[in-house]
């Protein structure tokens, strides 16, 4: 039977009902019988805690329920078990890699102006820490894809050790052409970093196909799954020098089992992994991310009616989209704060927003519980109550 989406669906979560929630791109949400499935891991964890985690996670054997979990999500992004370690976020993963990979004094890491903060101050801190350099690719708003290709490829000049592009971007909602971009940089001689933190989920995905040294990828966004869920992919040639954050009993196993058991940790997440993928499944892949494309196509239209701009055009867009709101002064890095305060606090309705570039980025999310008019809801406080700098 299939479910039935938009209000009809939120029984399906959490969420509290009188509240209208419109970013589902930057925690996700966790449904009920995930939660379900959580909690009872974690009440066996704490009803046996050694037998627990010897049995499910400490990697003596590819038998473990861990390395179960880590097969199933590979088989959803084309990557074998043996490849794929699990990791509390897309963060997370991208230190190991930064911390995997030697740099001398004057190498570059190539990243774009589009880039996740956190991602940002991580090179920077590697950066000072190796004496390397950020070498950072400014692409503009609005942008097309071939704008964002061709920029990229420019900036990956011999001194580039290694390139942290996303898949989608974080404040802008981009889905950047990451094949394309993987294979220019690969044959530039660029090692590849690809943060696809908002991909698994929300769009068709083969880590195979794209090509680069290593992926990672959040699950506990667009696949549903517990806060701190994500995947880390790395290919054959780079696996043995790819290394976790924290150095623990079983880092000589080597990837991916060197990142299994990394100390005490509460894995009843990742273990509730599978009952996420299940409810995913339940939903549609293909039917949630048409739904979902509807809503964004439905929310373009009222937003721009207040003469927003579309950050790019709605193909390089799938289940997210931004937009920049008309300032009559340079936007500043509060204004995103205040767009968001007030239109919680005033309409409860919640949105990303960001400050890109001198300019006010509203983010708005299509999901399962979403329907039209909450983007009527939303547009119609916008154009009411207007925001910072308007």
């Known amino acids: 039977m299939e479910v039935e989406f938009g209000r009809l669906a939120r029984g399906l979560w959490s969420l509290a009902p009188d509240a209208t929630f419109l970013n589902h791109g930057s925690y996700g949400a966790c449904p009920r019988v995930v ?45 074998p078990a043996d490849r794929v370690a699990l990791v509390e976020n897309a963060t997370v993963g991208i230190q190991s890699i930064l911390q995997s990979v030697d740099l001398d004094r004057g190498d570059e890491i190539l990243i774009t102006s589009h880039q996740y903060n956190a991602v940002r101050l991580q090179v920077e801190a590697r950066c000072r820490e190796t004496g390397a350099v950020p070498r950072v690719v400014q692409i503009p708003l609005p942008t097309t894809a071939d704008e964002a290709l061709g920029r990229i490829g420019e900036a990956a000049g011999p001194r580039v050790k290694l390139a942290i592009i996303d898949h989608i971007t974080s404040a802008t909602a981009l889905v950047l052409p990451i094949a394309e971009i993987v294979a220019d940089l690969r044959q530039r001689g660029v090692r590849v ?105 439905f929310a373009s239209q009222h937003l721009l009616a207040l003469g927003a701009q579309p950050v790019g055009p709605i193909g390089m867009c799938a289940s997210m989209r931004a ?5 009559r002064r340079a936007a500043l890095d509060d204004d995103a704060l205040a767009l968001k305060q007030t239109l919680w606090d005033e309409a409860r309705i919640q949105v ?39």
Request: glycine share 8%; net charge negative.
């Open 352 to 390: 990303n927003a960001a400050v890109l570039d001198s300019s006010l980025l509203i983010r708005v999310s299509g999901q399962a519980y979403v329907e039209e008019k909450d983007f009527v809801q939303l547009s119609t406080k916008l154009d009411r109550r207007g925001w910072p700098g308007r």
């Open 35 to 79: 939660q379900a499935e959580q909690d009872r891991f974690r009440r066996e964890m704490e009803a046996e805690p050694d037998d627990f985690v010897r049995r499910n996670i400490v990697p003596t054997s590819d038998g473990t329920p861990l390395r179960a979990v880590a097969a199933r999500l590979g088989g959803l992004v084309g990557a």
């Open 323 to 327: 937009f920049v709101l008309p300032q």
């Open 193 to 297: 970093l690809v943060d696809g933190a908002h991909a698994i989920g929300q769009i068709p995905l083969d880590v195979g196909d794209i090509g680069a040294d290593w992926y990672v990828t959040n699950a506990h966004k667009w696949l549903f799954a517990p806060k701190g869920s994500a995947l880390l992919h790395a290919a054959d040639h780079v696996a043995a020098m790819t290394r976790p954050c924290v150095t623990s009993h079983f880092v000589e196993m080597g990837f991916p089992k060197s990142f299994d058991y990394l100390g005490t940790r509460d894995y009843s997440g990742w273990l509730a992994i599978p009952e996420a993928v299940r409810f995913h499944e339940q939903l549609g892949p293909e039917r949630l991310r048409r739904y979902n494309a509807g809503l964004v196509a």
